[in-house]
């Protein structure tokens, strides 16, 4: 069993880093406001319909909402695992909130620079937003649900917060149940998002490969993140677990150790 000495991730660190993410999915509903004004001046459905897409094609259409109800099942369950691990939960936050704030940037660059024409769903008729700021807020405190947004397509934001919910329980859980069932919810899911026309399929497939590729590159603690900034090096690969023993400012990283059940201590 290896053992590692470094700095501890603490609550300010993890703190700052989900104010970080607060600030950029603010600058990212605003910039969908933006991409929703463009499609309803440019691209009118009469002239612009959706694009051939393989997975509209064979899965049928079915009524919105469905996704966003398998989205927070997600969710909840990521939450659940996060505060059922005995250590390492300020870890797993802060890994999560830096993942998520880089593909934000991310996909407010693409849905930015290449406005694509809506799918068959209720953005072929997108609403004004008369209100840009509440507007913005009202996406980031209900992660979209109750925001007016049409446009903001490649690649999929929905599939952001499914994957990285899904990878949380895969990386940090050790009960099998718990990962297929995060498997199968978001198995689940992406049906559910190409059946309400959500996305076309190359969204979610974009989002599937960035998210991940993204959530592996990125560090799980504060020290990594410091020596990748101050060093300008490759991150290296973190470990699938990663739970921390504090030994005053320091933490002692047991990097083959699986993450234990809050309920295994008592």
């Known amino acids: 069993m290896s053992r590692v000495l470094v700095q501890e991730t603490t609550w300010k ?13 603010f600058c990212h509903t605003s910039t969908m406001n933006v991409v929703n004004k463009r499609l309803r001046s440019l691209l009118p459905p009469e002239t612009h319909p959706p694009l051939p897409d393989l997975g509209h094609d064979f899965i049928p259409k ?24 005995a250590s390492g939960r300020m870890e797993m936050l802060f890994r999560y909130a830096l993942a998520y704030s880089v593909l934000v940037w991310l996909r407010s660059c693409t849905i930015l620079v290449t406005t694509l024409p809506a799918t068959g769903n209720h953005c072929q008729h997108p609403k004004q937003i008369k209100h840009p700021l509440l507007n913005a807020f009202l996406g980031v405190v209900t992660g ?13 934001g929905h599939t952001i917060a499914l994957v990285l919910s899904m990878m949380i329980t895969l990386t940090y859980q050790e009960r099998r149940s718990l990962k297929v069932a995060a498997v199968l919810l978001f198995i689940a899911d992406v049906y559910c998002i190409i059946a309400t026309r ?10 599937v490969y960035v998210t991940l590729t993204t959530w592996h590159l ?14 300008y090096e490759p991150l290296s690969l973190p470990t699938h677990n990663e739970p921390y023993l504090v030994e005053g400012e320091m933490a002692v990283l047991d990097v083959d150790s699986p ?8």
């Open 13 to 25: 660190h993890t703190a700052g880093m989900v104010l970080f993410w607060v600030v950029t999915m």
């Open 62 to 85: 079915m009524d919105e909402g469905a996704n966003d109800v398998l989205l927070a099942l997600q969710v909840l369950l990521c939450i659940g695992v996060t505060v059922s691990c």
């Open 144 to 156: 979209g649900a109750a925001s007016t947004h049409c446009g903001d397509l490649m690649f999929s």
């Open 198 to 207: 959500s996305h076309y399929t190359v969204d979610i497939v974009v989002g």
């Open 218 to 231: 990125t560090p799980a603690t504060w020290h990594s993140f410091v020596s990748a900034l101050s060093t």
């Open 259 to 266: 993450c234990e059940d809050s309920a295994s201590e008592m």
